[in-house]
């Protein structure tokens, strides 16, 4: 579709047309925000730009490997529907990736057009990328009806053309390595045109395919980690851009891509269109996130990290490696095709050497022992967190049920009731990092683990308490590689605590809380007793913390910014935190033996 016809089929998009009226300067602005937004894709840009694209991409990684189920035909589908590819995003690279990857599959039969944020239209990638099929969207534009109307018919458009489109969910990249919550913007908007294709007598049905996109390393790792420190994100310029030519000289792995399967829009039974919009996002996201993969470097850094003796053998890493990968194999936890059985040793032992050419992880030889120890360097752990964070969603059943069972061993519970107060603490102090199984699921889970270590069913809460210690301490086996993963964020809630007992009944700015909880955790980490993570103070982690007390009704917001309003609760809150630590060290430590 050349310029002039696309500005016509624009213009006729009925919001937008009955918008516009006559209004000339109206006009006159929707058509200038068009040439801000559309891509400009080029087949032929893209197959001279290929052997390029092909030998940076090799120097870099590994290779990106592509999975989707076998029985997925994606060009049939595309030829049939309206397809809308929804990718987490934890890298720029991923811009390329997924269309890289399909490209080299199906080359210009799937010709996928990408949402991509208007703070990557700067020279000299801007026009490359238009070519490459990315559209441009700013980051805001409330308020502004000529642009989201102008936006929304662009959309319009490449459904009726039946052109694949893509966006990430999130809104942005992942600063923590976490998947975030979807923002519902390009739902709606991509509802809204679609229904106005129907309307129109259009035929292809809606569907939105989920993708999960895994890094063994990202390059902006760096930026990323001085993010989590409290530095603020750079703004993308052109100067900036030419710096990054230094990664070409660094490795990345592989990139793994999980197509998942097609969600329809007329699955999602909802009426209101609001519970339509928010049900079919986190449809898309709960799939994302069950299709990101176990990687060699995300599984190394969830075994480092968690180390409760500080170092480790190479035999001891292989141990724990397979212990996770029994669990993954028998609960369903996605891995990645590097991590068989067959490639297991081979992949690991890459992923643990860049890491350690990487200045990450250091080797200690103990000539006496004979041994090679390998510990993480302690002011690199925020930037391996990053991949420890990706996939620790797929773990947080083992990790809720943890203190349940130790209560249990220890007889310090001994009711349903108990039990069920012990879960729902747990899930508390986590909701505002991860989208948490209901209890239902929890306990499902909770109960297939026994089976598993026992061999034999569990069905209800009360037959828990007619396992033996040693049946019990079977399930904790199971469940042991992941009791510490989450506990750095148990000490930042720690930390937050002093801090808002340090700043007593004076109003504080969120400023002030930051600045007094990275003081506390200074003093707090270098006296080692609770505080055993660099990671546990982050930015992210800080700001989800004054949700979290403000949801509690421990403070509220008031000028300049939050005042305490029950300090005995953040008492309680600091003796349960105290305990919840000091348990878990004693625990994990006479489990290590």
Same mark, same amino acid.
């Not at 106005?196 to 990323?224: A, T």
């Given at each position: 579709?050349?310029?002039?016809?696309?500005?016509?089929?624009?213009?006729?998009?009925?919001?937008?047309?009955? =918008?516009?009226? $006559?209004? /000339?300067?109206?006009?006159?602005?929707?058509?200038? @925000? !068009?040439?801000?937004?559309?891509? %400009?894709? +080029?087949?032929?840009?893209?197959?001279?730009?290929?052997?390029?694209?092909?030998?940076?991409?090799?120097?870099?990684?590994?290779?990106?490997?592509?999975? =989707?189920?076998? $029985?997925? /035909?994606?060009?049939?589908?595309?030829?049939?529907? @309206? !397809?809308?590819?929804?990718?987490? %995003?934890? +890298?720029?690279?991923?811009?390329?990736?997924?269309?890289?990857?399909?490209?080299?599959?199906?080359?210009?039969?799937?010709?996928?057009?990408?949402?991509?944020?208007?703070?990557?239209?700067?020279?000299?990638?801007?026009?490359?990328?238009?070519? !490459?099929?990315?559209?441009?969207?700013?980051?805001?534009?409330?308020?502004?009806?000529?642009?989201?109307?102008?936006?929304?018919?662009?959309?319009?458009?490449?459904?009726?053309?039946?052109?694949?489109?893509?966006?990430?969910?999130?809104?942005?990249?992942?600063?923590?390595?976490?998947?975030?919550?979807?923002?519902?913007?390009?739902?709606?908007?991509?509802?809204?045109?679609?229904?106005?294709?129907?309307?129109?007598?259009?035929?292809?049905?809606?569907?939105?395919?989920?993708?999960?996109?895994?890094?063994?390393?990202?390059?902006?790792?760096?930026?990323?980690?001085?993010?989590?420190?409290?530095?603020?994100?750079?703004?993308?310029?052109?100067?900036?851009?030419?710096?990054?030519?230094?990664?070409?000289?660094?490795?990345?792995?592989?990139?793994?891509?999980?197509?998942?399967?097609?969600?329809?829009?007329?699955?999602?039974?909802?009426?209101?269109?609001?519970?339509?919009?928010?049900?079919?996002?986190?449809?898309?996201?709960?799939?994302v996130g069950a299709g990101m993969s176990l990687t060699p470097t995300s599984l190394l850094t969830l075994i480092m990290m968690d180390a409760p003796s500080g170092a480790l053998t190479y035999e001891s890493i292989l141990k724990k490696t397979k212990d996770i990968l029994d669990y993954c194999e028998r609960f369903e936890v996605p891995t990645t095709s590097t991590l068989g059985k067959g490639d297991r040793e081979r992949t690991m032992k890459r992923a643990l050497e860049l890491l350690r050419k990487d200045q990450k992880i250091k080797p200690i030889q103990k000539d006496s022992l004979n041994r090679t120890f390998y510990v993480v360097e302690s002011d690199r752990r925020l930037e391996l967190l990053y991949f420890k964070n990706s996939i620790l969603h797929q773990f947080l059943t083992p990790f809720l049920i943890n203190s349940i069972f130790i209560k249990m061993i220890d007889g310090r519970a001994s009711t349903v009731d108990q039990l069920k107060s012990i879960l729902k603490e747990q899930r508390d102090l986590l909701k505002y990092e991860f989208y948490l199984p209901d209890a239902s699921e929890i306990i499902r889970k909770a109960f297939d683990i026994i089976h598993h270590a026992i061999g034999r069913k569990v069905t209800t809460f009360g037959e828990c308490f007619e396992l033996s210690p040693d049946e019990l301490s079977k399930a904790v086996k199971v469940i042991h590689p992941f009791t510490s993963a989450l506990n750095y964020i148990y000490e930042a809630h720690y930390v937050g605590c002093l801090g808002l007992k340090h700043l007593g009944n004076v109003p504080f700015t969120e400023k002030k809380f930051l600045d007094t909880a990275k003081a506390i955790h200074e003093i707090e980490h270098q006296h080692g007793r609770l505080i055993r993570f660099n990671e546990s103070y982050s930015v992210p982690l800080l700001k989800n913390a004054l949700k979290y007390y403000e949801n509690r009704s421990l403070l509220k917001q008031e000028d300049p910014g939050f005042l305490v309003t029950n300090l005995e609760g953040i008492d309680d809150l600091i003796d349960y935190l105290t305990k919840y630590l000091t348990e878990h060290l004693m625990f994990n430590l006479k489990t290590l033996h």
């Open positions: 579709m050349n310029k002039r016809q696309l500005q016509k089929t624009i213009l006729s998009y009925p919001p937008l047309k009955d =918008y516009l009226g $006559d209004d /000339d300067s109206k006009k006159k602005a929707c058509l200038k @925000n !068009l040439d801000e937004i559309a891509s %400009h894709y +080029s087949t032929t840009f893209i197959k001279k730009i290929k052997p390029v694209v092909d030998m940076i991409l090799s120097k870099m990684y590994d290779g990106i490997n592509l999975e =989707y189920p076998n $029985d997925l /035909d994606l060009l049939r589908l595309s030829k049939e529907n @309206n !397809l809308i590819f929804v990718p987490n %995003h934890q +890298s720029h690279v991923d811009y390329i990736a997924l269309n890289y990857a399909f490209f080299l599959k199906y080359g210009p039969k799937v010709p996928i057009h990408i949402a991509g944020g208007i703070n990557l239209n700067i020279f000299p990638i801007g026009p490359i990328f238009r070519k !490459l099929g990315c559209f441009f969207i700013r980051r805001t534009f409330s308020g502004n009806r000529n642009y989201r109307y102008t936006f929304e018919a662009y959309i319009y458009v490449l459904l009726k053309q039946g052109t694949p489109i893509e966006f990430f969910f999130e809104g942005g990249r992942s600063r923590t390595g976490r998947l975030m919550p979807p923002r519902f913007g390009l739902f709606n908007m991509i509802l809204d045109a679609h229904r106005i294709l129907q309307e129109e007598g259009h035929k292809r049905p809606l569907l939105f395919v989920p993708v999960s996109i895994m890094h063994e390393f990202v390059p902006e790792e760096k930026s990323l980690t001085r993010e989590l420190g409290g530095k603020k994100k750079k703004k993308e310029s052109g100067a900036q851009l030419i710096k990054l030519l230094r990664i070409f000289s660094k490795q990345f792995g592989t990139i793994h891509i999980k197509v998942g399967r097609p969600i329809s829009k007329d699955e999602i039974q909802e009426q209101d269109p609001h519970q339509r919009v928010y049900k079919l996002a986190f449809r898309c996201y709960r799939s």
